[in-house]
């Protein structure tokens, strides 16, 4: 019977009524775990979903293009090619209705109320890996893997790599325009992403990125984006002047050759030129620029595939200039997402740590009791609280919890001296319960971090110090020691000139740039 555009219409506008009912009524139920409140929020996206598709189905039809709706309402009023006539289209219609009624004589009226009410028990299925234990935590394992390996990242552990990965701007500038850096964002930024649409399907993030694109372009355009702020020209461009190699302090190619193949290399790829051939060969092709602009230079000079810094007079634009925004945009995007997933990295960097502190049995236990939970659809928790009143444990002493969810024995808390509490400043403050805690302390990822801060290794020389002075007043005197047997090579190494004279580094380097050797 609903054959005609406007019964398809009426039907459209009566479902997105419905629906808009539905989801107020959901929204009005608190969610009684985390799980049932990810569940209500996917069902309340599904139903947003057919709404918006069932609205642009009503604007085509009111668009009426084809101007099936505007034939249709004419039809009604019994407008024909022979004139109007009222009466034959109201017993057309009549005949119609009876003879759908005579085919289908034990048709019934079904309540659209309850078929719709089912939408509200339904459990969409939603795809979680076992290291996210239900959208709790982030699995960033891969990613892990691909930033200790790269040349921009440094071999870290994976709980500090937590702290590090929402903190692109520390990155060296010249390390993220390579192709591995910009690989590694996007497959950052996408699981970031995806893992979001699931956990929060009600945020619209097409409309936060549109917004972080509009300030990101007036940020860029002034040269305040974090970690590409503008250095003696264009935001983003790395600079490509001699900054690294000051020519003017070098009067000839033998002196340049000094600086070493490393840093001519460098400075060479900063211009556009070959960096092979030997040390002397770099000297003399770099040596070519103090007094040839490098616009002028041979086009032999350049690498393969690099652009003189101008043709015809007009500047032509780089290619690293785009590739710097499209990066400083993935950034952008990638610091907006650690910010909306802070809760959730926190939680992340929290279960991580728990992880290290349990054996191999405890972490098998813990994990046969996620999947029974999981099973019978009950609020996975990775604390051992619960959110209900009901189940709160009877624990008067504040005792530590076991690996169960039970506090543990008070023999067993007097035995390790969990009562006693060691602060750690290089730590940041950080407390630690008992001796043995504060003794495995000194080797995990927390103090390591935080010796490193300091510019200090973290040797046996510093077990047992907690205090940055200390810290560094020991570093010092190690410093100091260890001074009197270093070997100097500016004061101790010899050199000799043509005419015999022994002179040590530093003074032979002084007179040779001063022409008296």
């Not at 010249?174 to 009600?202: A, C, D, H, V, W």
């Not at 549109?210 to 974090?226: I, P």
């Not at 000051?246 to 070493?260: A, C, I, Q, R």
């Not at 008067?396 to 006693?420: A, E, F, N, S, T």
């Amino acid at each position: 019977m609903s054959s005609t555009l406007l019964e398809v219409t009426r039907a459209s506008h009566e479902e997105i009524e419905r629906l808009e009912r539905l989801i107020v009524k959901d929204m009005q139920n608190e969610p009684a775990s985390s799980k049932d409140r990810l569940f209500q929020s996917h069902r309340v996206r599904d139903m947003i979903d057919t709404i918006t598709t069932t609205t642009e189905k009503l604007i085509d039809i009111y668009e009426d293009k084809d101007s099936a709706r505007k034939d249709e309402i004419a039809a009604l009023g019994g407008q024909t090619a022979t004139g109007t006539n009222v009466f034959s289209a109201f017993y057309d219609r009549l005949k119609e209705i009876r003879e759908y009624h005579r085919k289908h004589p034990a048709a019934r009226v079904v309540d659209a109320n309850e078929e719709y009410e089912e939408l509200l028990k339904e459990e969409p299925r939603i795809e979680f890996r076992g290291e996210e234990a239900f959208g709790r935590y982030l699995d960033l394992h891969e990613l892990y893997n691909e930033y200790i390996n790269s040349k921009f990242g440094e071999p870290i552990e994976y709980s500090a790599y937590l702290d590090v990965f929402s903190e692109p701007h520390k990155i060296p500038r010249k390390s993220k325009l390579t192709r591995q850096y910009r690989e590694y964002l996007e497959n950052l930024l996408e699981y970031l992403i995806y893992f979001f649409g699931r956990t929060e399907p009600l945020q619209d993030l097409d409309r936060i990125f549109s917004k972080l694109s509009t300030d990101f372009e007036e940020r860029w355009s002034n040269g305040m984006v974090e970690g590409w702020e503008n250095d003696n020209g264009e935001n983003g461009n790395v600079p490509t002047q001699l900054a690294v190699i000051d020519l003017d302090y070098y009067s000839t190619v033998e002196e340049l050759m000094e600086v070493g193949p490393e840093m001519l290399k460098e400075a060479l790829g900063a211009l556009g030129l070959k960096t092979g051939g030997t040390v002397q060969q770099r000297s003399e092709r770099l040596f070519l620029t103090k007094h040839t602009p490098v616009e002028q230079l041979d086009r032999k000079h350049f690498a393969k595939g690099s652009h003189r810094p101008e043709q015809n007079g007009a500047p032509v634009a780089p290619k690293e200039a785009d590739n710097s925004k499209e990066i400083a945009l993935l950034e952008a995007k990638l610091r907006k997402m650690c910010e909306l997933l802070h809760e959730t990295i926190v939680r992340t960097k929290e279960n991580v740590e728990k992880k290290q502190a349990l054996t191999y049995e405890e972490m098998e236990a813990e994990r046969e009791e996620l999947e029974t939970k999981l099973f019978f659809c009950e609020e996975v928790q990775a604390d051992t609280e619960s959110d209900d009143d009901e189940q709160q444990i009877y624990n008067p002493l504040k005792l530590p919890m076991g690996w169960d969810g039970k506090p543990i024995p008070y023999w067993l808390y007097k035995l390790h001296g969990l009562g006693q509490e060691f602060k750690c400043e290089i730590c940041g403050n950080h407390s630690y319960w008992g001796r043995r805690a504060f003794e495995r302390h000194f080797k995990e990822w927390r103090h390591q971090h935080g010796m490193r801060c300091l510019g200090i290794p973290n040797t046996k020389n510093f077990n047992e110090i907690t205090s940055i002075k200390e810290a560094k007043i020991l570093w010092e005197r190690i410093q100091e020691r260890q001074g009197l047997n270093k070997w100097r090579p500016d004061l101790e190494e010899e050199y000799e000139d043509k005419e015999g004279n022994i002179y040590n580094k530093k003074t032979y380097t002084d007179l040779q740039r001063q022409g008296l050797i």
